[in-house]
């Protein structure tokens, strides 16, 4: 619902590149991809969908949305969003 809990990751390229450039586009939907999997996620929106992507290129950012209130993420489903879940 619209109370639903979020988070946002912001993705940077190291300096001189894109994000959209092969490599890094790649590690940004390894990690979300990882990250949809995570507890409580509901959906994941990736900065190139979103077209969220800095005028430079180098900086992005995902939304993530979960299936419960901002206050019912529990604190392992945080974890896995902030460093990706157990593999």
Known sequence: GADA???????????????TDTANAAQVRQTLDRITDAPQVARVLDPFT??????????????????????????????????GPPR
């Open 5 to 19: 809990g979020s988070a946002r990751i912001v993705f940077q390229a190291p300096d001189g590149q894109k994000l």
């Open 50 to 83: 979103a077209k969220a992507i800095s005028a430079d290129g180098r900086t992005g950012y995902a939304q993530v949305t979960y299936d419960v209130q901002a206050q019912k993420v529990t604190p392992e489903a945080q974890e896995a969003v902030a460093h």
